[in-house]
């Protein structure tokens, strides 16, 4: 039979074997703690004259919400930077500070001219099959130091969630005319971390004249792809990209791409995986359906680590007449496929000793005698990811031994 609701409830007979079943719901109001807080309440039981309690428990935190406004055909449901998504107000420049948590429910948009900047410390945390949406000609800029990070995860914070990827969507940044950076970010247990692109929707746009500019990031545990890149600009220092469903970085179709000590590394687990860590492929579908082909016009790697638990972590997807201008230089490369000389400069092939002090525990700091160490060239990195000084010659990766 169909449940009934309320607070109380009278005369209520159980058949023998039968089962009674009570769902609670909780509602948690706001107030001034900033710190979690727990409400507790219980349910009385009068039956047959025998007085009984049941002790209950919730725990709430006060945040900042961000929940969908606005409905559109074709776009998941989303809220604006502004509040209200009215086209009529001028554009936002909003300063989300180390307050309290930023939840966000379907797509937060960062509009046109719109700038979203973040301080040390802040929490951002998505609802399932929720993103962040910086669309074209907004700006973002997330100042994260080493000691005070800026996380985006999922709204399950039970402990046997922290290791779920897919719990939400992804971060999407379109083209703009000011550069997006990213400064000590962690963005785990998306689905895509971060998916830079111009917009879908116009095939024939040129590559983004602005750059993601991303800085000691850790992008990990991402359902499908870590970094996913489309005719676009991006420089990466010292992040540390690892373990996704598919490839850890995905770059596509057009575009110039800079990568200095970058950690790569795929250990995924918990299914099975063909794709490799990193991928370049000089083609990609429109919003339209339409296959665009672009030549990228530069992609480099500079004193990276290529590696994972598949034979060949590293390949290349070239579709005719259109050419990929790659260059690896000083890295560690996990393929079993030819390394020609006019691509790689300096690598070390598939090496047989560990590279990292244990991916099983996402440890990827050097392992003692790893082959990264001192195999870099000097490429104006002066620290590492944690900020310690590098040595001369620095070591691969993001982390210095």
Request: net charge negative.
């Amino acid at each position: 039979m169909d449940g009934v609701s309320g607070n109380s409830h009278t005369n209520v007979e159980i058949d023998g074997n039968d089962s009674l079943f009570i769902f609670l719901e909780v509602t948690i109001d706001p107030n001034s703690i900033l710190s979690p807080f727990v409400v507790d309440d219980k349910i009385i039981f009068n039956t047959n004259g025998n007085k009984q309690s049941v002790q209950l428990l919730a725990w709430g935190q006060n945040a900042h919400y961000f929940t969908p406004k606005r409905y559109a055909s074709g776009l998941p449901p989303f809220s604006c930077l502004d509040g209200d998504c009215d086209g009529n107000l001028p554009p936002a420049n909003v300063n989300w500070i180390n307050d309290k948590p930023y939840v966000i429910v379907g797509y937060l948009v960062v509009d046109s001219l719109d700038v979203l900047s973040i301080d040390p410390g802040v929490r951002i945390h998505l609802h399932n099959n929720s993103g962040l949406w910086v669309y074209k000609d907004g700006n973002i800029r997330i100042n994260g130091t080493i000691a005070d990070p800026v996380t985006f995860q999922g709204t399950r914070l039970e402990f046997s969630w922290q290791d779920i990827p897919g719990q939400w969507d992804r971060i999407w940044i379109n083209e703009g005319s000011t550069d997006n950076v990213f400064n000590n970010v962690i963005i785990k247990n998306a689905f895509i971390g971060i998916q830079a692109e111009t917009l879908p929707f116009y095939p024939n746009s040129p590559t983004s004249s602005n750059k993601l500019r991303l800085n000691n990031c850790e992008i990990k545990n991402s359902a499908a792809v870590g970094l996913l890149a489309t005719n676009y600009q991006i420089t990466d220092t010292n992040s540390v990209i690892t373990n996704s469903g598919q490839m850890n970085v995905f770059v596509r179709g057009g575009g110039n791409y800079r990568f200095y000590h970058t950690t790569i590394a795929n250990y995924w687990s918990q299914s099975s995986r063909s794709t490799p860590a990193l991928f370049l492929q000089n083609y990609y579908q429109d919003g339209n359906g339409n296959t665009q082909v672009r030549d990228i016009d530069s992609v480099i790697f500079i004193n990276t680590i290529i590696e994972g638990n598949l034979e060949v972590e590293f390949d290349v997807d070239e579709l005719a007449p259109g050419t990929i201008n790659y260059r690896i230089d000083h890295a560690i490369v996990r393929t079993s496929n030819a390394t020609p000389s006019t691509h790689f400069f300096n690598i070390i092939k598939s090496p047989l000793i560990p590279v990292f002090s244990n991916t099983q525990n996402n440890d990827y700091t050097l392992a003692p005698f790893s082959p990264a160490i001192n195999a870099g060239k000097l490429a104006g990195v002066l620290f590492d990811h944690a900020g310690k000084t590098r040595n001369s010659p620095p070591d691969l990766g993001a982390f210095e031994n």
